[in-house]
């Protein structure tokens, strides 16, 4: 996870060394998923250079770009970080209260996406580099401090252009959300009234949307809806998504849905539920690390060499909240790039790919190639960690049946 705050200023060179100015701006897509398209760049001339983030090679001490890099406008639909989001207003759901966004932070994997904004006292302190100082001081003192952040599906991007940032609160703006957030969004509300936001949407933004509910609320959903219903809904899944659906309902219900799918669906469905009747459970390995988002770097590194001393590997960190839900993950390699007082919640990825104990054992393998992962969470349905399997455990399983 980058902050403007970070890049804000830092010098701009090409490849071959040379030095073109400092980065002042990033520009994004006013749209669902804000896609950061252009670096702007302010160099000797009056003019800033709008370079297209596609020339853009690293972010380290310097941005680096490529010596051929081209220079494009500003496109209708695109804004800036700066002018358009930074120290702007934030109404909250009922109104009456206004807050500013202090810093945005920024997704930089697989690409840069703006994630949301920081409300609180951190993101103010970040511009001057006394973040990590003055949270040093209160972990002296006793006292904790958290950032307080808004992910980008609670802002209208539509507003951004008038220069306010606004929470959403209409329902027909709901398909305007990552599907990632809607289905967090979901899971608060009762059963029929997440069957109405889901029919305010396409069927497909609505099949990514129950893709990220936790397994019981999909169980839930998938008892309510009508099979050709259910059936519109697993057409538009990934394969393996929709099994781990399917298991979840009684063998009558699946059965129902199945016959409204096309054939192609039914072949590719059935020749994964053939292979579903090894439990994941039983591959579960219990020796995984957790720790708080906020805890540092420092803190975490002395909890591993205390406390997985019996374990036989560990590939990551995961991330909880205060009500213990799973809610990031890193890397050990991330983490040594990180200085002793950089908190988890600033370098974990957020995007987790999760099983459940109803996932079959060979999804769990298609999951762990697919994403290039060493390890995968188990999660109950209250997002609680209940362990990890590793490709230690799957690669043991699948040797067992050679």
């Known amino acids: 996870m980058l902050y403007f705050s970070d890049l804000k200023g830092k010098r701009v060179v090409t490849e071959n060394g040379t030095a073109l100015g400092r980065m002042t701006d990033l520009i994004f897509l006013a749209a669902a998923t804000p896609t950061v398209t252009k670096l702007v760049v302010k160099g000797k001339t009056d003019a800033p250079y709008l370079i297209p983030i596609s020339h853009l090679k690293k972010i380290n001490a310097a941005i680096t770009i490529a010596d051929s890099f081209t220079i494009e406008p500003l496109a209708e639909n695109e804004l800036y970080i700066n002018k358009n989001v930074l120290d702007q207003q934030i109404i909250d759901i009922k109104g009456n209260k206004v807050v500013r966004v202090n810093d945005v932070a920024i997704q930089d994997k697989p690409i840069l996406v703006v994630a949301g904004v920081d409300i609180g006292i951190i993101g103010a302190l970040r511009w001057f580099g006394a973040d990590e100082t003055f949270g040093r001081l209160l972990r002296i003192l006793g006292k904790t401090i958290t950032s307080q952040f808004l992910s980008w599906a609670d802002i209208q991007p539509l507003e951004l252009a008038r220069g306010q940032v606004v929470l959403k609160k209409e329902e027909h703006k709901l398909d305007k959300l990552r599907p990632e957030d809607l289905a967090d969004h979901l899971e608060t509300m009762s059963m029929r009234n997440a069957t109405r936001m889901l029919d305010l949407m396409d069927e497909s933004l609505a099949a990514d949307v129950v893709e990220n509910l936790n397994l019981s609320y999909q169980q839930n959903l998938f008892k309510v ?178």
Not at 242 to 264: G, H, K, N, W
Not at 274 to 279: E, F, R, V
Not at 318 to 333: I, T
Not at 385 to 396: M, T
């Open 225 to 402: 809806f009508t099979p050709q219903r259910s059936a519109k809904l697993i057409c538009r899944m990934e394969t393996d998504e929709a099994v781990d659906i399917l298991l979840s309902l009684t063998p009558r219900r699946r059965a129902d849905i199945m016959e409204l799918l096309s054939p192609e669906k039914q072949k590719e469905i059935h020749a994964l539920l053939s292979l579903s009747a090894t439990p994941i459970g039983g591959l579960i390995n219990n020796k995984f690390f957790t720790a708080h988002t906020d805890e540092t770097v420092q803190k975490i590194r002395s909890r591993i060499q205390k406390e997985t001393d019996e374990f036989s590997s560990l590939f990551y960190i995961y991330a909880q909240n205060r009500d213990h839900q799973l809610v990031g993950a890193a890397s050990l390699h991330e983490l040594l790039l990180q200085t002793n007082d950089t908190p988890l919640y600033r370098f974990m990825n957020p995007s987790l790919i999760v099983l459940h104990l109803t996932t079959p054992v060979a999804i769990a393998a298609r999951k762990m190639l697919k994403y290039q992962l060493e390890a995968l969470p188990v999660i109950d349905d209250n997002k609680h960690i209940l362990g990890v399997v590793s490709i230690n455990e799957l690669s043991d399983w699948m040797a067992e049946r050679m």
